[in-house]
């Protein structure tokens, strides 16, 4: 795992300035992903456990709209490069530096995780170990949204990322991998791409039994 992180890693570093500039307002032109992350955030508000992580947060966009939604929302990522930009563009926020499969946070502590986008570098083999350790920082009740590239095909197909490789997948099988992780999927959105590569974008939300 760490050798393709590394990768990831030292890619997203060389890319922090041109993804902010392309990213930050990315949900502004996306209704149906700023519809799911509004649902998220109204249903951790009704879990009582505002406390929520911005997995591989990316230049913190997202995070700081967790956060207007009601959230105490702060984001990790990999990339320090993406952590330094997202301190600066959002100072009253937290964000650290992390590994995805060993967060810095408690067991049991969060009442909700988004993960947007930022599992689809990971090879197929290596996912599990990703979603339990999501699995281990939520709470009993808390949810996960996880938004990534969807493919109508029956496996993970791999494909070049404008910034390292990364993978598409079928929505019934990254569902398959929560339910073995312990979560639940209770809703799931797959519409149209936004952009020119074809694949499916897809969102899957579920919650920690």
Request: proline share 7%; net charge negative.
């Amino acid at each position: 795992m760490a050798e393709h992180q590394d990768e990831t890693r030292t890619a997203y570093d060389g890319a922090v300035e041109l993804y902010a500039s392309m990213f930050a307002d990315r949900l502004d032109t996306q209704p149906f992903g700023r519809a799911m992350v509004g649902t998220f955030a109204e249903l951790v508000r009704a879990t009582g456990n505002l406390r929520t992580a911005d997995v591989g947060c990316g230049p913190g966009h997202v995070t700081a709209m967790l956060h207007d939604l009601g959230l105490d929302a702060f984001g990790l990522d990999l990339s320090p490069g993406m952590v330094d930009h997202a301190r600066r563009a959002h100072p009253a926020l937290r964000f650290d530096e992390a590994r995805m499969e060993a967060l810095p946070v408690e067991d049991g502590a969060l009442g909700g995780v988004l993960a947007r986008y930022s599992m689809i570098h990971t090879p197929p083999g290596e996912l599990p170990a990703l979603l339990a350790e999501q699995v281990r920082v939520l709470a009993p009740g808390g949810l996960l949204l996880v938004s990534f590239f969807g493919t109508e095909g029956p496996e993970p197909v791999r494909f070049d990322h404008k910034v390292t490789p990364a993978y598409s997948w079928p929505a019934h099988r990254l569902a398959e991998l929560l339910a073995g992780a312990g979560l639940v999927t209770f809703a799931r959105l797959l519409h149209d791409p936004a952009s020119e590569r074809g694949f499916l974008d897809a969102h899957l939300m579920a919650r920690r039994q």
